[in-house]
Nanobody, 132 residues
Framework: QVQLVESGGGLVQPGGSVRLSCTASGFNLGDYAIGWFRQAPGKEREGVACISNTETTFGYRSTYYADSVKGRFTISRDDARNTMYLQMNSLKPEDTAIYYC????????????????????WGQGTQVTVSS
């Protein structure tokens, strides 16, 4: 069965950290660019971060981060484990949302989709609540 399953959310205090995981089954995650988007109550979905499935000539993978999370969130991938992660630090109440993982053929396609407000949620997402 082809699926993505998110985990790791919960209740965290402002300024705290949490790491989300997303594990793929039924396909090779390494063949795709991957990303996380979120939906806060009463708000539109927002692309948060994504990472390429290919390396540049300098040996690193390109990434994209929304301005609202730059410097606080880090996306990573472990293709051997078929899993992606989102490390979220210095959390703010406005980070409260359901977080979804997703895939695309390329990083540029994923960013373009998000610019066009096209989001593909595979699963139920994982809830992150930032509150004291």
């Amino acid at each position: 069965q082809v699926q993505l399953v998110e985990s790791g959310g919960g209740l965290v205090q402002p300024g705290g950290s949490v790491r989300l995981s997303c594990t793929a089954s039924g396909f090779n995650l390494g063949d795709y660019a991957i990303g996380w988007f979120r939906q806060a109550p009463g708000k539109e979905r927002e692309g948060v971060a994504c990472i390429s499935n290919t390396e540049t000539t300098f040996g690193y993978r390109s990434t994209y981060y929304a301005d609202s999370v730059k410097g606080r969130f880090t996306i990573s991938r472990d293709d051997a484990r078929n899993t992606m992660y989102l490390q979220m630090n210095s959390l703010k109440p406005e980070d409260t949302a359901i977080y979804y993982c997703t895939t695309s053929e390329s990083l540029s396609q994923l960013v373009e989709d998000w610019f066009l407000k096209k989001y593909n949620a595979w699963g139920q997402g994982t809830q992150v609540t930032v509150s004291s």
